[in-house]
């Protein structure tokens, strides 16, 4: 996203998190979609109980990486942190998939409870990501917040750019 020089922190960050937040209501719709329509796999008790985890989840994972993020740009204990946060989120749904094809679960209940489970991620990390910033952005120092503003990607779903990969690989 190009950004303008004379664009204050505040503008920046309102729109990075407009792209953020289309992203996750777009990304929730879609595996609430999945849900309806797999709605007559679902186990009711079940799909709460995973929905209110996957909620909680979502919404400590954020907060974590809320906190990381005002850390400096180059710092590769933040880098590496965030990519263990996601191929550990993906270890853990695929030992719960392979788990529950052990106990003999249908893979269409699977698959609901795994839309269920995303839907409740998803609304937990936007959920959070919203609160964390309203809290906590007016009282970062001027450095936290440009830190910050440099760590947040415009989209959750294409979270580098070539400029940033590259730029790893010079350092």
Excluded at 117 to 139: K, Q
Aim: proline share 2%.
């Amino acid at each position: 996203m190009i950004q303008s020089v004379n664009s204050s922190p505040e503008e920046i960050l309102r729109r990075k998190r407009k792209r953020r937040q289309a992203e996750y209501i777009g990304l929730t719709a879609f595996q609430m979609s999945f849900v309806y329509m797999f709605r007559y796999f679902l186990h009711l008790e079940t799909a709460i109980i995973i929905a209110a985890a996957a909620l909680s989840l979502g919404w400590l994972l954020v907060v974590l990486r809320e906190k990381r993020r005002i850390l400096s740009v180059g710092n590769r204990t933040r880098i590496l942190t965030d990519a263990v946060e996601s191929l550990l989120i993906m270890f853990l749904i695929a030992i719960s998939i392979i788990i529950c094809l052990k106990l003999g679960i249908e893979l269409l209940v699977i698959q609901a409870h795994l839309c269920v489970f995303l839907s409740g991620y998803f609304c937990g990390s936007i959920l959070s990501e919203t609160h964390w910033v309203t809290n906590n952005f007016g009282y970062l120092s001027p450095n936290e917040r440009r830190n910050y503003l440099l760590n947040l990607n415009s989209s959750i779903i294409f979270p580098y750019n070539s400029e940033f990969l590259r730029s790893l690989l010079r350092e």
